[in-house]
């Protein structure tokens, strides 16, 4: 990737003509290798570099040769600096890294050293820290690496010779005959479960080796009947046997979700920086299922988090029992959900129990989206107390005739085991909510640096559901509020927006924010697109590192492509906060975003908040020339709880939002770009516990993650889809710019290390 226009591809220039309002889609074609030295596209000025060079040698070659016999003779007059020299200026090191013209006078005064010798030993000294630093995580990795493989090829040889891999024993014709003799037991054991069920119309299974009559009332947590209605039931037909075999399998998972609700230690322990409970799954087996031996075969997500919710506790159960309303609560968590069927309709949710299809997301383009197929259901467990409970269906699905509603009963890589929440009534219009994820999934389809948020819960956990839900009823909040807000225009007066301007500014900004969300996770493919995938270098010597770029066009319209570019890093020890307030930041906007020259600067017209949280908020941006004209607007919305941050932004012109403001027409859709940044999961080193209750969205929940994961998208229009040749040369150049954002954030908040996803 080095970014050079090659001169075949003159015609590029065609495809780029819709992009940005005011002109600005050069954006794509301006200077690929010259913003950043060692960047890739940094090789289109080596040619001229060396031209440069040759002429130097032309014009003053015999001076060049002289300086160089004179550096000769002066090398054997050099001497390395005295202990005494070093110990003062190791001692300044110490009170500063970098010091300033006075410090290098000071010092120069004292060791006799020149300022600039002082200023070349503290850059020396600084890139020897960093060498180390970097050497020794270098080996870390390296040692990983190598027990990693080293259990790889013990796996490889125990599957390739056959050899037990948990008794280290070979496979003698005893064990083969033991083994044929369990399965025999297994079948008959099926066999006979299978008999008693279907003689005693599903009363009687076998759980745990035992035969249980399952219409008898439950007692895991006390004397407690299950109360989900089941009258009319004909056990004759296949889709009503079905739906008792339903209600029967949700009612065990509802018993088993009071359970976790209830217990402490050893089952459940806070987790190290004390943000969330995580389950211990050797001792919820034991507890559960005393008589069974499980191996687990997947990665387990099993969190417990408690927060205050500012809604009741009638209307959170209404939203989480009517799909529609679920998924514009959790926009950033679930894609899509519909109900399949309503087994059970209930009283007021009391009692329903309904299938359920939905797709969970996390935002990022490197992680694929989650298909659960599942059964919710709601009771009302005492006064003022409500439990929603949800448990994946896919076990039984075979089982039930009724139940197959045209969704396949395959693998499916995450499945939920008894999960939901328990909601409590508070007198002051607030509630309780204990939110418990139980799930396991197949980590082989997430990528190896997204396993740590996965497993510490911020990514499908129970910590981000309860800050998703905080945040979302912050933002209903605050569209009930009616603020005074001006905005400024270009003659440099403030206009007044009415409460109904307002109102539609956020509407807008929250259709493109969701927008967002489905592009960057990359949900379905369109017809006919393109797509690319390359790496990218950026940075020179030992802080070199590649980013892996994902470039996409596909046709929207007649004659109207839009170009996707993505990527994923990891910036360890880099806090998320601090990434995300730079972000926000103004000031430093040109220095990454790849759609703003970096000559301009930008300047905010109006700004709307969506939250108590500072930096929640939509805002309106305007983009402004080096020589004072104004430039496109830019609307912009940002959006931060305790398990994500993300800055979604699209341009806008200035009779749209006038529009906008009058009310006159706020249907019309925006290309969005932007940011998100997550929490990497990582728990900081000696992180002081905290409490598991949360009460707010507050980004102070981010101290106990030590790094954060930055997944970047750039979209824009072209005037029709490009042909191959040319779209090569348009994701190579796009995909240099976004290298070259990253590098620009990594510098701005001070990275050490930044590794691709």
Avoid at 95 to 110: A, F, T, Y
Avoid at 245 to 252: E, F, R, T
Avoid at 412 to 426: F, R
């Amino acid at each position: 990737m080095d970014g050079e226009w090659p001169e075949q591809y003159n015609d590029l220039y065609n495809w780029l003509g819709l992009g940005y309002p005011g002109g600005d889609n050069q954006v794509i074609q301006h200077n690929l290798g010259a913003e950043v030295n060692g960047l890739p596209g940094a090789a289109a000025n080596m040619g001229n570099n060396t031209n440069a060079a040759a002429a130097d040698q032309g014009n003053g070659g015999g001076q060049a040769n002289g300086d160089q016999t004179a550096g000769t003779r002066e090398r054997h007059f050099r001497r390395r600096h005295t202990v005494e020299q070093i110990q003062i200026l190791e001692a300044a090191f110490k009170e500063g890294h970098h010091p300033d013209e006075k410090r290098r006078l000071e010092l120069s005064r004292r060791t006799g050293l020149s300022p600039a010798q002082v200023q070349i030993w503290f850059q020396n000294r600084r890139n020897s820290g960093k060498s180390k630093a970097q050497k020794k995580e270098t080996e870390e990795f390296q040692q990983e690496n190598d027990r990693l493989q080293a259990e790889k090829q013990a796996l490889m040889s125990a599957m390739q010779n056959k050899i037990c891999i948990i008794c280290r024993g070979e496979d003698t014709p005893e064990r083969q005959r033991l083994y044929a003799e369990n399965m025999m037991l297994k079948d008959a054991h099926m066999r006979i479960a299978d008999f008693l069920k279907n003689v005693s119309g599903g009363r009687l299974q076998v759980i745990n080796h035992t035969v249980v009559d399952t219409h008898a009332p439950l007692t895991l947590t006390g004397p407690n009947p299950v109360t989900i209605p089941d009258h009319g039931i004909a056990r004759d037909n296949p889709e009503t046997e079905g739906n008792a075999l339903a209600i029967q399998h949700v009612a065990c998972a509802m018993e088993e979700f009071k359970v976790l609700v209830g217990l402490g230690a050893p089952v459940w322990s806070l987790a190290e920086g004390g943000e969330v409970e995580v389950i211990n799954y050797k001792e919820y087996l034991k507890m559960m299922f005393p008589n069974e031996h499980h191996e687990m075969e997947f990665g387990a997500d099993g969190t417990r988090k408690t927060g205050i919710i500012s809604c009741t506790a009638t209307d959170l159960v209404g939203i989480l029992m009517n799909a529609d309303w679920w998924s514009q609560t959790f926009p950033g968590i679930v894609a899509s959900a519909t109900t399949s069927k309503v087994i059970t309709p209930g009283d007021s949710g009391d009692g329903m129990v309904q299938l359920m299809n939905a797709e969970l997301r996390v935002l990022s383009p490197r992680v694929p989206v989650r298909k659960i197929n599942f059964i919710r259901h709601c009771q009302k467990i005492a006064e003022n107390i409500w439990a929603v409970v949800d448990v994946s269906v896919d076990g039984i699905r075979d089982q039930a005739a009724g139940l197959n509603d045209g969704a396949p009963s395959t693998y499916t890589a995450c499945k939920l085991q008894p999960s939901g929440c328990h909601i409590q009534e508070l007198s002051n219009g607030h509630c309780q909510v204990t939110w418990i994820v139980n799930m396991v999934h197949d980590e082989a389809t997430v990528p190896p640096l997204h396993h740590p948020l996965f497993r510490s819960g911020w990514a499908l956990g129970a910590c981000r559901w309860i800050a998703s839900l905080q945040r979302r009823c912050e933002y209903i909040a605050s569209l009930h509020t009616n603020p005074v807000h001006t905005l400024n225009n270009r003659s440099g007066g403030a206009a007044a927006i009415t409460a109904e301007g307002r109102k539609n500014v956020l509407e807008v900004a929250h259709r493109m924010t969701l927008k967002f969300y489905e592009a960057i996770c990359g949900r379905g493919s369109q017809p006919g697109r393109s797509v690319d995938e390359r790496r990218g270098s950026c940075g020179v010597g030992t802080e070199r590192y590649e980013v892996a770029v994902r470039v996409v066009t596909f046709p929207v319209g007649r004659g109207v492509a839009v170009l996707r570019a993505t990527t994923t890093v990891w910036l360890p020890r880099t806090p998320a906060q601090r990434v995300f307030n730079y972000l926000c930041d103004a000031d430093r906007r040109t220095e990454w975003d790849i759609s703003a020259k970096r000559t301009s600067t930008i300047r905010q017209e109006g700004c709307f908040s969506t939250g108590e949280v500072h930096g929640n908020s939509a805002s309106l941006l305007r983009t402004i020339a080096s020589n004072g004209a104004y430039g496109k607007l830019i609307l912009q919305e940002s959006s931060i709880d305790a398990s994500c941050m993300v800055l979604a932004y699209a341009p806008i012109d200035d009779q749209s939002v006038e529009e906008v403001m009058n009310g006159t027409n706020i249907s019309f859709s925006l290309l969005p770009s932007g940011v998100v940044v997550l929490p990497d999961g990582n728990a900081e080193p000696g992180a002081p516990p905290t409490s598991a209750m949360c009460s707010s969205s507050s980004s102070s929940s981010h101290r106990s993650n030590s790094g954060s994961l930055v997944s970047t998208m750039y979209q824009t229009l072209l005037s029709g889809q490009p042909p191959e040749h040319l779209f090569k040369a348009v994701a190579e150049n796009v995909g240099n710019l976004l290298c070259q954002a990253i590098d620009k954030i990594k510098s701005g908040v001070h990275a050490n290390v930044v590794l691709s996803a």
